[in-house]
């Protein structure tokens, strides 16, 4: 960096730096990865996070700047080089349909001139066209068709990215880290479309900015809010509504507020509610979730700049029972809250600076409560599990030429873990329990630098190294993380690309489902416990295709990941009866075991015109291996997939109809079902006389034998979901009918399996037969929704 900025001060006589920032006309909103360049030059730049952007260039009499993104009309504008300047630019958004919509991520030179590797961006504009499950647009769900990204169970948006599991995505909304992202059990995740601005995946080579996961990086930016005028969108659908309103508080500063909540309770009362035949007993259960976004920025003037910005939301499932002798009240509810202070500085047109301060909370909670009135027994129970975040982290972006874009920062975060709370009183027990682990604080830091490099006209690297930390009560672990990745031109639209990186993770996601359930228990890294660690090495090829506007991605991969964690056989730390109360503890029912991932990723995608899309095609193999598990032998995870396939079109049909299509295939998942039942022997028996004959019984437990884990492979995956818009532009506003259905062709994909027992009876004799049974979840499900934008 020293030797950097003295070169920099020698020749800075003979240079000027032209830099402002990047908005979209009437709203005002900010513009990421608008691409900026001198025209008939090889000078260039590229906005960040926040639409600035800076370009040192050589003096000169005059020249031309462009700045082009896709969907907004190009600026040029004509400056005078004899000073350092300040251009700030709006751009116009474009009528023609088909170029609002013509690409699945922001145009950033080609993808073969581009160093990073393994990313996907998505635009929110697509992510609405999307054929969804009840027609509810979830950006998660759209990952999942992109090649690298499993699917888990039928209907789940849980995220398995080359081999890694739920834990191992960081996932980033303004900076704060989201540590459930899951309504209704997992069928739907939390984050409203209406309220998002960008959403980019990064599989593998990380840029050393980010850590603290081993898989994914899903980073999430929420709308500024317009300073223009009021704007309102909105949806109302099956199982949900939601509502965003948007405008200026007054000529610097502007708000959002973003809201959803489901009416399943509402409609579900009516239909589920029973009244008991036989006594006055009525049950009442009911689920309902709701998130709300909400932001607001104040713009202090070309140097600084502030925002303010939160999600809070929540999942609350409760069955309730009442008879005139008894009352029994039972619930599961769970939910997220983040906050966001961010301060954008400007120290100079070349260095800008972002400080965060961080808030997280994620808590879950069993309750139950039951009295009888007529023998005055009570009993009442809770258990609790909560994780807070408090934290700061400090970027910078440098930009000391057009050959250099240097990025460097720290963070430091304050973890507060609750693993179990559990509480039992009444009188059905002698005397109360109250079981509290004791909470765990923990501090993880990080130092990051990195350079993306023009080394030739030809060959373009980013290059970086975060140091991480993690202090315990007792220990410190210190971990260095080397990263790289390089794209080498060979033609003028055909790279080659190479990326390396080593990821440390130090917080876990303890799950005997993998369903991504609440249930799930988030603990730390400990003195016993190592945190985990992976490499990653990935290589690719990368070719654009200008006159069809097609581009093409083959990329493969080789993780490596040690210390990953799982339960120990029959082991849960959800044990809510009591016992051991005082000596059960995680790290006693966890061991650590280490595991592979290694396959190759085939994307190929239309971005422009009435028609476009991708197809996606995934190659893989990933393998787990613990000391304490299926007898030290490696196994598939349940959740390895050998062939996994998605095809995604949208065409515009005209201006008014849009019509849009997905089919995904994925090999089944692995499970482990017993291969044999028997009756064990007891000394409990009992002897019974009949028709002058004696007959002798033992009682035993029935007995399932198993053979290797996850040996058995489940029946493969494939649905089709199609859907229709309508659109029509009216004075004041806009309205899309929307029909889609899910399922198509109504294949039953297995949810689960089961082995039940069928008995037959033939000429007198009884005959039990075992039989393993398949069980679906969704069938054909037609949907409908209205949305609106004023």
């Known amino acids: 960096m020293l030797l950097l900025l003295l070169s920099l001060c020698v020749s800075a006589q003979d240079r000027i730096t032209i830099s402002g920032y990047v908005k979209e006309a009437g709203s005002q909103e900010q513009l990421p990865g608008v691409n900026v360049y001198v025209t008939n030059t090889p000078y260039g730049a590229v906005t960040n996070t926040y639409g600035f952007y800076s370009l040192t260039i050589p003096k000169s009499d005059s020249v031309t700047i462009s700045y082009s993104f896709v969907g907004y009309e190009k600026a040029e504008r004509r400056a005078l080089l004899n000073r350092d ?19 699945a991520r922001r145009q950033e030179d080609y993808e073969s001139r581009s160093a990073q590797m393994s990313q996907i961006e998505i635009p929110i504009s697509q992510i609405k066209k999307i054929p969804a499950f009840f027609g509810e647009k979830d950006v998660l769900k759209v990952l999942q068709l992109m090649p690298g990204v499993q699917k888990g169970t039928e209907g789940q948006t849980g995220l398995y990215v080359r081999g890694g599991g739920p834990d191992q995505n960081l996932i980033i909304l303004d900076d704060a880290v989201v540590y459930n992202a899951n309504h209704l059990f997992g069928f739907f995740s ?33 709308k500024e809010g317009a300073k223009d005028k009021l704007h309102s969108e909105g949806g109302i659908g099956l199982i949900s509504s939601r509502l965003t309103l948007e405008g200026p508080i007054s000529k610097k500063s502007s708000f959002l507020v973003s809201g959803r909540r489901t009416y399943i309770d509402f409609f579900a009362k009516p239909l589920i509610a029973q009244q008991q035949k036989g006594d006055d007993s009525q049950v009442k259960p009911g689920y309902y979730f709701y998130d709300l976004n909400a932001k607001m920025n104040y713009d202090f003037g070309q140097k600084d700049k502030l925002y303010v910005s939160g999600y809070f939301g929540r999942d609350k499932f409760y069955a309730n029972e009442k008879s005139s002798t008894s009352e029994t009240r039972a619930g599961l509810d769970w939910g997220n809250a983040t906050a966001t202070l961010r301060w954008n500085h400007l120290l100079n047109q070349k260095l800008f600076v972002n400080t965060s ?131 080498l031109r060979l033609a003028r639209d055909f790279s080659f690309k190479a990326s390396y990186a080593q990821m440390n993770q130090y917080v876990h996601l303890l799950s005997n489902t993998g369903l991504g359930l609440p249930t799930d228990l988030w603990v730390p890294t400990t003195d016993r416990i190592a945190p985990q660690q992976s490499k990653q090495v990935a290589l690719g090829l990368a070719k654009d295709l200008e006159k069809p506007g097609i581009t093409l991605t083959l990329e493969g991969y080789y993780k490596v990941m040690d210390n990953i964690l799982n339960y120990r056989e029959g082991s849960s730390f959800l044990s809510i009866t009591g016992e051991n109360a005082n000596e059960l503890t995680w790290e006693d029912n966890v061991t650590s075991g280490k595991g592979w991932s290694y396959g190759t990723e085939f994307l190929i995608q239309k971005k422009t015109g009435k028609f476009s899309g991708w197809i996606g095609y995934t190659l893989s193999w990933t393998k787990w291996q613990f000391p304490e598990l299926n007898f030290g032998k490696t196994f598939f995870p349940r959740y390895d997939r050998r062939h996994d396939l998605s095809v995604v079109g949208i065409y515009e049909l005209n201006k008014r109809i849009t019509l849009s299509a997905t089919w995904v295939y994925g090999t089944g998942n692995a499970l482990t079902l017993p291969v044999s039942r028997f009756t064990g022997v007891t000394d409990n028996f009992y002897t019974n006389s009949s028709n002058g004959k004696t007959y002798t019984s033992w009682f035993g437990p029935r007995v399932n034998e198993y053979g290797e884990k996850n040996s058995f492979r489940a029946e493969a995956f494939h649905r089709m979901d199609v859907a229709i818009q309508f659109h029509k532009k009216k004075k004041r506003h806009e309205r899309t009918w929307e029909f889609g259905i899910y399922n198509l062709y109504n294949r039953r994909n297995p949810f689960f399996y089961d082995i039940s027992e069928d008995t037959t009876t033939s000429a007198g004799v009884s005959t039990t037969k075992s039989t393993l049974k398949r069980y679906s979840l969704f069938p054909f499900l037609p949907s409908f929704s209205y949305n609106f934008k004023f």
């Open 85 to 103: 300047l300040q251009i700030n630019v709006l751009l116009s958004t474009i009528t023609q349909l088909e170029e609002v919509t013509v690409s």
């Open 190 to 222: 939390i984050f409203n479309s209406d309220a998002l601005r960008s959403v980019e995946l990064t599989k593998g080579g990380f840029p050393a900015r980010f850590g603290g996961r081993l898989s994914s990086v899903l980073e999430m930016n929420m």
């Open 357 to 487: 301060f961080i808030f997280s909370n994620f808590n879950f909670g069993v309750s139950s409560y039951s009295k009888d009135d007529l023998d005055a027994d009570e009993f009442s129970l809770r258990y609790d599990s909560r994780i807070r975040d408090l934290g700061i982290k400090t970027d910078f972006d440098f930009f000391p030429s057009t050959k250099h874009t240097i990025k460097f920062g720290a963070q430091a975060t304050f973890h507060k873990f609750v693993p179990s709370a559990l509480a039992i009183a009444g009188s059905f027990i002698d005397t109360p329990i109250e079981r509290a682990v004791k909470a765990v604080n923990t501090l993880e830091s990080g130092l990051y630098i990195e350079d993306t490099w023009q080394a030739l006209d030809g060959l373009k690297m980013n290059a970086g190294f975060r140091l991480s930390s993690f202090q315990t009560e007792t220990k410190n672990y210190v971990r260095p993380e080397p990263r790289f990745s390089a794209a």
